[in-house]
């Protein structure tokens, strides 16, 4: 009896020790509600894609289920512990009323090869309201590439108040104490630019990391853009 038992635990740890060792895609979070929109109007969000297993994650395939919504990954390979931003935009030209649209992500997850993020809006007929903000990043991620482990390295974001009325900066929120990120202003007038100066401290970290940055704004669209950083920390003296 005890040895069956002792048999049952080995085969228990090793199938958990294996899964550790797998690719793992972890969503932030799998919906997004746009709300009322206007007829003709493009709509976009931004959701984030992680590696929490213990093995390369390979994105293999992204598949909207209508013409009429684009997406597409930043990244297709995640180091574990690395994320991805995934960009979804909506065009509403030709819709109207309750729409709702799922985008299929496959991989080499052998828990979950294939996951599934859902939008949803109301479409209302007329014409595209401009009298709104309007935020847009040219780029949304950057990578540092190599760094030793101590280095304090810093890059900066900038971005565009592409709409018809005043962008307001609410917050900017690092998910880690160990970046900052300082905003050259918090009001755009319609047209203006403004910068985020992003500081990454490496001290008492090692191997491939990934952090994120949420700038909350007054878009009605997309109220929360993610900016997210890349980089691979080699300790000193290996």
């Known amino acids: ?39 003709g109007e493009t709509v976009s969000h ?19 289920s209508c013409g009429c919504t684009a ?59 401009t009298g709104t903000p309007v935020i847009f990043f040219p780029e949304t991620q950057h990578d540092f590439g190599k760094l030793n482990e101590g280095d304090k390295v810093e890059y900066t974001f900038k971005f565009l108040n592409n709409g018809s009325s005043d962008l307001i ?10 970046t900052a990120a300082l905003l050259s202003k918090d009001n755009l007038t319609p047209g203006q630019e403004g910068t985020i100066k992003v500081e990454l401290n490496t001290e008492n970290r090692t191997g491939k990391l990934s952090r994120t940055v949420t700038v909350q704004s007054n878009d ?3 109220p929360a853009k993610i900016l997210t950083i890349y980089a691979d920390i080699v300790k000193q003296g290996s």
């Open 169 to 178: 900066i609410k917050t900017v929120k690092t998910s880690c104490g160990c």
């Open 46 to 64: 931004t959701f984030v894609l992680s590696n929490s297993g213990g093995d390369l994650l390979k994105i293999t395939n992204v598949k909207a």
């Open 1 to 39: 009896m005890k040895k069956n038992s002792l048999l049952l635990a080995i085969l228990i740890s090793s199938i958990s020790f294996a899964q550790l060792l797998q690719p793992k895609l972890v969503l932030q979070h799998s919906s997004f509600d746009f709300g009322d929109i206007k007829q």
């Open 71 to 129: 997406a597409s990954p930043e990244k297709s390979e995640l180091a574990p512990g690395e994320s991805t931003n995934l960009l979804v935009s909506f065009n509403s030209t030709g819709r109207q009323g309750l729409q709702t649209k799922t985008i299929k992500i496959s991989s080499n997850d052998p828990q979950n090869p294939e996951m599934v993020l859902t939008i949803t809006s109301n479409v209302l007929p007329g014409s595209v309201n």
């Open 220 to 222: 009605p669209k997309e």
